[in-house]
């Protein structure tokens, strides 16, 4: 896993539009068995995957339906294929899947409000890793030149405003899920939001479909979305995804990605990567951005000896509450950490956490030792400001104590020490 994470560079993503594979020839064995007459995808994700060809056949014969899986070479005018004997494919799809050319082609597409917004004129598919999925609907003008079999006319209509097409490709995950089973389905494509907001989804939300899919699946959108879009994006996924985002994304990518970032946005996302790819990619970042994160990261891994405060309410455990609370005005004079007492030993052994909530709810005659929370959460002396950041973002706590191997406590950590200060002093 760790040497899959450093390739940066993987093999680019190979584009397919649906009217162009129309009609390759398939060959299984060296012989030509049919042409290709349909995809069959299942809405089992946000971004769905080709599951099955639908290949006719000449001479009244019946068609197969060939799973992907034994697909050895997709290209755009030649499938080959893997079988020993076509009479076993002889089948009609699936009621449940959804036939590409069938069911979606030349459907109108039609937002939440039920309101036109065009006709689908082609398809747009993805290979990666061996696998085909189902990005974008097109209902461009261009989607309508290649249909006619224009396409080098297209192709340099595009090339003139790049931009324009790319406004006219609607991502599937806009598109609400299909009728199942699909039957003779002849409705019309329908969106889960208006057209006027494909473009405006918000990164978190955004965030959150990416974290839902499978990491090929994440691929696809992040390559799709415009740099800031993305870039935003990336900084609001959960940072397990966002490491095995990063190390699949194409090295160029990921590097236009951090650049679109603030030193402290860069800075999080390279921190949560081993060292050696952080280097790798910091090593093709703008200079003035590098020294700002480098010295963020350091900043990160710095130990808390320095944060950590001696000023904190202690208590024994025998210490009943209202004891707590009629002493409480005096011994928090001074303290930097008022708002939990540290139930310790003689020997500073911390035994338990109360917050002074719970204290003053308490009946005044229990001890301090059967209300305190046992299973505290704590830091050690060697945590870093990192460590401490992550441990505040995970839990909902205004201080953390930082004990020693044999359960000492040797100071408290406050919340806003550690992130009031991350990234702030140096942007």
Do not use: C
């Not at 035994?351 to 299973?375: H, Q, R, S, T």
């Amino acid at each position: 896993m760790e040497n899959n994470l450093v390739q940066l560079a993987k093999k680019p993503e190979e584009e397919f539009f649906l009217s162009e594979v129309l009609g390759a020839g398939v060959r299984s064995n060296g012989k030509k068995i049919g042409k290709l007459a349909d995809l069959v995808i299942v809405e089992a994700a946000k971004i769905p995957e080709v599951s099955h060809l639908v290949v006719a056949r000449p001479f009244g014969y019946p068609s197969l339906v060939i799973p992907m899986n034994l697909v050895r070479s997709f290209e755009r005018k030649e499938i080959v294929i893997a079988i020993e004997s076509p009479e076993s494919y002889e089948k009609k799809p699936a009621e449940s899947g959804i036939l590409l050319k069938d069911h979606i082609l030349d459907k109108k597409v039609l937002d939440i409000e039920d309101k036109e917004v065009e006709v689908v004129y082609d398809i747009r598919m993805v290979r990666r890793s061996g696998r085909l999925y189902v990005t974008d609907v097109d209902v461009s003008r261009y989607g309508l030149l290649r249909r006619m079999g224009l396409r080098f006319v297209a192709d340099i209509a595009r090339s003139l405003t790049p931009r324009e097409g790319e406004d006219e490709m609607i991502s599937w995950t806009y598109v609400q899920p299909l009728p199942s089973p699909m039957g003779s389905f002849r409705g019309d494509v329908k969106l889960n939001i208006l057209m006027e907001t494909l473009s405006e989804i918000h990164p978190v939300d955004l965030a959150d479909i990416l974290e839902e899919l499978d990491n090929e699946q994440r691929v696809i959108i992040m390559s799709g979305l415009d740099t800031g879009q993305a870039s935003d994006t990336l900084e609001e996924i959960d940072p397990n995804v966002q490491r095995e985002l990063v190390s699949t994304l194409n090295r160029e990518r990921v590097i236009q990605l951090i650049d679109e970032m603030t030193p402290g946005q860069a800075a999080d996302i390279l921190s949560v990567l081993p060292a050696s790819d952080a280097e790798e990619i910091m090593g093709s970042l703008e200079a003035d951005n590098v020294t700002k994160v480098r010295a963020i990261l350091e900043r990160q891994e710095e130990s808390l000896d320095n944060y950590a405060t001696p000023e904190y309410i202690r208590f024994p455990p025998e210490t009943t509450a209202r004891e707590a609370i009629d002493r409480y005005p005096t011994v928090a004079k001074g303290k930097d950490v008022i708002m939990y007492l540290y139930i310790v030993d003689p020997e500073d052994h911390l035994l338990g956490v109360i917050d002074i909530k719970e204290l003053l709810l308490a009946e005044d005659e229990k001890k301090l030792g059967d209300i305190m929370v046992f299973d505290y959460i704590s830091l050690s002396p060697g945590s870093t400001l990192k460590e401490a950041k992550a441990m505040f973002g995970r839990y909902d706590f205004r201080a953390l104590p930082v004990t020693d191997e044999e359960h000492r406590i040797t100071g408290v950590v406050p919340y806003r020490d550690v992130m009031n200060l991350t990234h702030h002093f140096i942007e």
